[in-house]
């Protein structure tokens, strides 16, 4: 569920391609519910998913899967709209549960392995986090990092704290889901895909208006 408020937010993002590919220019909105098989050993949570005539496999959508990046329900910064870096966003922005005040911690939002830790060209912090059970990367950005390239999470582990590397004074986190680790933003050949989509909890998107 997504419910909007009327206050005044901003936030700055950049986010750079070349986790697993980037060619063509045009972005693609989807909008269907992507799934994704696993084994019994390996269920998510229990919303959300369906269970097949198969003894030995499981079909599970991905809202049953991902947790949470951050506390905060705070969307400051939603897809698609334009950005100071960026004609479509291309994920979206969470705010820090007290607005202006950097430690939140983030979290990995399934399991998976550490692909980059490093700067972007804007000087922004990022993440990217390899999730094989779904087949996407989940990318966290301008958050102090304290986990290394190679490292293997777990769905809830602490990767970081929210800061505001690369926007001085906007204490945020940047996040998004890339399906196949495929960049959706200018150059790139991804899928641009709404976070909301697959995250849980309620979030409230804070409108700018």
Request: zero cysteines; proline letters at 4%.
């Amino acid at each position: 569920m997504i419910t909007f408020l009327s206050m005044e937010s901003s936030s700055s993002t950049e986010v750079v391609s070349g986790e697993k590919g980037t060619t063509e220019s045009s972005i693609v909105v989807d909008t269907s519910e992507a799934t994704t098989n696993k084994t019994p050993e390996n269920n998510g949570t229990s919303a959300g998913t369906n269970t097949t005539t198969s003894t030995s496999q499981k079909n599970e959508t991905k809202e049953s899967i991902y947790g949470a990046p951050t506390d905060s329900k705070r969307v400051t910064g939603v897809i698609g709209e334009k950005t100071t870096h960026q004609d479509a966003h291309t994920g979206i922005d969470i705010g820090a549960l007290e607005p202006g005040k950097k430690g939140d911690p983030i979290y990995a939002v399934a399991d998976g392995e550490i692909l980059r830790v490093g700067e972007t060209g804007s000087k922004s912090s990022i993440l990217v986090l390899d999730l094989p059970n779904t087949d996407d990367t989940a990318v966290y950005q301008h958050a102090e990092f304290i986990v290394e390239v190679g490292e293997t999470v777990k769905k809830g582990d602490i990767m970081g704290y929210m800061s505001d590397i690369g926007t001085p004074g906007k204490v945020h986190l940047h996040f998004e889901i890339r399906q196949d680790g495929l960049y959706a933003g200018a150059g790139g050949t991804g899928v641009l895909v709404n976070p909301l989509d697959y995250l849980p909890d309620t979030y409230t998107v804070e409108n700018k208006n």
